[in-house]
């Protein structure tokens, strides 16, 4: 909404605007862009019109979005998939999203799955079993290997933490 009312206020036509793209009808002038920055910063957003930066967006999201928004019944292949939906091939956006993010897209991914993991350890609505076998873990040795090495945490050290802090609050 905020992005529609600047983009109105400064006479430019658009055909969508989506979260976190828009697509302008017109060439935008230097000083258009430069008030539309100024105006959407005071929001918090930000305009993004380096073409590797957006592309690198689009990959945390599209991995995001597959992490924490499909269930996906079957395992994917990740550069198929990120290839496919973004109309790139996956050498390119592996070379890209490290040049510019300081990391590959595989820890990329493997970060957003053990965020995930936690998530559904707090939730406390799946046993550990069906976690890794709904995000994809050949096994639930090796999500529990991978949640300790990059967490430094058992999964069950986690989740007995955030009974431990549940408990101290209510206690308050």
Do not use: W
């Amino acid at each position: 909404m905020v992005v529609k009312s600047e983009l109105d206020k400064l006479g430019l036509h658009y055909t969508r605007v989506e979260l976190g793209e828009t697509e302008i009808l017109e060439d935008i002038s230097t000083e258009q862009l430069d008030c539309l920055k100024v105006a959407l910063k005071a929001t918090g957003l930000e305009v993004m019109d380096d073409k590797k930066r957006i592309l690198v967006e689009k990959i945390k999201t599209t991995i995001i979005e597959l992490v924490h928004y499909t269930d996906h019944q079957n395992k994917i292949n990740l550069s198929d998939y990120l290839s496919e939906k973004l109309n790139h091939p996956y050498p390119y956006l592996y070379y890209l999203f490290s040049e510019v993010m300081g990391t590959t897209i595989e820890k990329y991914y493997l970060a957003q799955k053990i965020e995930r993991v936690k998530e559904l350890l707090v939730y406390d609505e799946l046993i550990l079993t069906d976690i890794a076998y709904k995000l994809h873990y050949s096994s639930v040795a090796h999500l529990s290997n991978q949640f300790k090495k990059m967490t430094g945490l058992t999964t069950s050290h986690f989740k007995n933490l955030k009974h431990k802090k549940r408990i101290s609050l209510e206690n308050l």
